[in-house]
């Protein structure tokens, strides 16, 4: 990936990936589970607190000030921080005491591409509170409960967005781990994901219930949130031809293995062929659906309509 507008990218996926089934289409073979035929979730929705609140969930579920606003364990990322690459970003990095820095090159064309895509609608809620990151990962290090209520995280997690204080959590040796092993457009895939569960909280996703595998639709969506991510850096010329295209599938397959092991009862999110699909649904959705591409993953959330725009 690289930091300036280049030579254009353009990809076709060489998948057979189709495209997301009606919300009243029931599931009728065996790789329909990216397409829902229900709600997100069984338990109602979580409200969209404001920064330094939390769901207090014996309150009525009242938005209130948290005690410690940034756990103390944790690194606030700026959302519009120079970043210190010129040029190609894969492997500009060289230690994981550049994690922050890493990370912070992503984050202002994640904005950008919220503010365009969200243009009709209040685009401020769509951004998440903050983006916390774990400095330091390993044993001894687990953070205070107290301090994400709501939200369980283990040193090692991936990256998650936490609906009851509305923040992105990092670990920044996971974080590290997938832009050295895997590549650099790892980590703003991975990061767009947890924008994809920003903007259903935003819509008011149902919470999953006690059954694990409701949550797979709305994973699956976020998903394809993802690539329509990927393809706007693709559109707007920020992809490297070649590298970046495999590094994304290569991201995708070291996701979904981590389900892969697992019963289908009790997965949480997509598999390697589903999280490939999901992904895909979006990347190829093109300027005129966007995010709208993603909608018929679950029944109860749709995140937008088709823009105005054109390829």
Same mark, same amino acid.
């Given at each position: ?13 060489? %998948? ?16 329909? +589970? ?34 410690? +606003? ?6 606030? %990322? ?5 970043? @210190? ?7 500009f990095f060289t230690d994981p005491s550049q994690t922050v820095a890493m ?43 107290? @301090?994400? +209520?709501?939200? %369980? ?20 040796? *996971? ?39 409701? *949550?797979? +639709?709305? *994973? ?64 190829? @959705? ?26």
């Amino acid at each position: 990936m690289r930091t300036g507008v280049v030579t254009a990218l353009a990809v076709v996926a060489s %998948l057979a990936v189709g495209t997301a089934a009606s919300a009243t289409t029931p599931p009728t073979g065996q790789n329909d +589970p990216i397409t829902g035929a229900g709600p997100s979730g069984s338990v109602h929705a979580l409200p969209l607190c404001p920064v330094n609140t939390y769901v207090d969930p014996q309150a009525g579920r009242s938005c209130l000030p948290l005690g410690v +606003p940034i756990p103390e364990e944790t690194t606030k %990322l700026a959302t519009d921080a120079p970043c @210190a690459a010129t040029g190609e970003l894969e492997g500009f990095f060289t230690d994981p005491s550049q994690t922050v820095a890493m990370i912070e090159c992503f984050l202002p064309l994640m904005g950008t591409w919220i503010t365009e895509e969200w243009s009709a609608r209040a685009a401020p809620q769509m951004v998440p509170n903050n983006y916390l990151l774990f400095a330091t990962a390993g044993p001894g290090v687990n953070p205070d409960p107290a @301090a994400i +209520p709501g939200c %369980l995280f283990s040193p090692g997690d991936g990256p998650f967005y936490c609906p009851w204080d509305g923040n992105v959590y990092l670990d920044a040796g *996971e974080v590290w781990n997938m832009y050295s092993q895997i590549g650099d457009v790892s980590v703003p895939l991975a990061l767009a994901h947890e924008l994809g569960h920003r903007f259903q909280h935003a819509d008011q996703f149902l919470q999953a219930g006690d059954d694990p595998t409701e *949550e797979i +639709p709305t *994973e699956n969506q976020a998903d394809c949130v993802a690539g329509v991510f990927m393809d706007w850096l693709a559109r707007n010329e920020y992809l490297t031809p070649g590298d970046d295209a495999a590094d994304m599938v290569d991201t995708l397959v070291w996701l979904g293995q981590f389900e892969e092991g697992n019963a289908v009862s009790q997965r949480t999110h997509g598999d390697v062929d589903q999280r490939l699909r999901a992904f895909y649904v979006g990347y190829n @959705a093109g300027w005129s659906d966007g995010l709208a591409a993603c909608n018929g993953f679950v029944t109860d959330m749709i995140l937008a309509g088709p823009t105005a725009q054109s390829s």
